[in-house]
């Protein structure tokens, strides 16, 4: 971003200028974040540097409304505690947050599959409670379905693998089908995919990466069930969440496949050696098809 670089020296002497009682803490750079660059401060915190054009708008969205969502979440999340301005050393807000313990689930494996279902359930029980009228709102998010049927087939015949792309459309125009949310908007994560969910113990122990935060479909969400557990944890998931209808599990695979193709065209990205491309996410992206394809 303006081609400033990030590194150890940039984040210690914000920290001294602007929280200089956290300075002394220990500082290290994790290989994390898509948007933000991310040093653990310490034992308990994370500093967020923007590294996008769009970044700061996401941390300011976490700003706003993760404080008090928190509170009500069974899982940890980075709440942001601190802030950093815009200074003459780096122009754009950044944020210290509470550190979450674990491996990013793109890198760990789920084995206590009812454990995980179960909490995953819980969170976003937690979660999708009704938004209020001045909550965010994402163009790509939370939104009807209709809203990517004009390029979802050509995403997924570029990403899916010939002999199950046929299938994979089926469960997208079942999807394309079901009735439109009817409720109103509820709070969502919007981007629970394996590497914005840590794991410790072989089960789901935090959430993280809130930038996608808005209101809107719940079934965004829901897709969860196929990116985040294992073959069969996705029936125990949705007798716990307990809030779910035939018409929002058919709209959950939608968004499921739509995400699966996504993370495919990131992994294969990174197979060519282009930008923006991570190695963990075809992997993801294949695992996710072959539940929702397994999953009748």
């Not at 009228?133 to 939104?143: D, F, I, L, Q, S």
């Not at 935090?206 to 294992?230: K, S, T």
């Amino acid at each position: 971003m303006d081609g400033i670089e990030i590194d150890e020296t940039l984040v210690r002497s914000l920290l001294i200028e602007q929280h200089p009682d956290l300075s002394a803490l220990e500082l290290r750079r994790i290989d994390a974040g898509w948007d933000n660059q991310m040093w653990r401060l310490g034992g308990e915190l994370a500093v967020r540097m923007p590294r996008t054009e769009r970044a700061p708008s996401l941390l300011g969205k976490e700003r706003q409304w993760l404080p008090m969502l928190a509170a009500r979440l069974p899982l940890p999340v980075p709440t942001p505690v601190r802030f950093g301005e815009a200074s003459a050393k780096f122009p754009r807000p950044w944020t210290i947050a509470r550190w979450v313990p674990g491996e990013p689930a793109d890198r760990a494996t789920v084995s206590r599959v009812e454990h995980a279902a179960d909490a995953l359930a819980g969170f976003l029980k937690a979660l999708h409670q009704e938004a209020p009228n001045e909550a965010p709102v994402n163009p790509r998010r939370g939104v009807a379905l209709e809203t990517f049927a004009d390029d979802a087939d050509s995403k997924l015949q570029s990403a899916v693998a010939s002999d199950v792309v046929a299938d994979v459309q089926r469960v997208w125009e079942a999807a394309l089908s079901a009735p439109v949310w009817a409720g109103p908007p509820v709070w969502l994560h919007g981007d629970l995919h394996p590497a914005n969910v840590v794991v410790s113990d072989g089960t789901l122990a935090g959430v993280i990466d809130f930038g996608e935060l808005c209101a809107g479909d719940p079934a965004n969400d829901l897709a969860a069930a196929w990116l985040l557990l294992p073959a069969g944890g996705a029936a125990r998931f949705f007798d716990t969440y307990a809030n779910g209808d035939a018409a929002m599990i058919r709209r959950a695979r939608g968004w499921a496949v739509l995400h699966a193709a996504s993370l495919i065209s990131i992994g294969q990205a990174w197979e060519r050696g282009l930008p923006g491309g991570q190695p963990t996410w075809g992997r993801a992206g294949r695992l996710t098809l072959e539940r929702v394809l397994a999953d009748r």
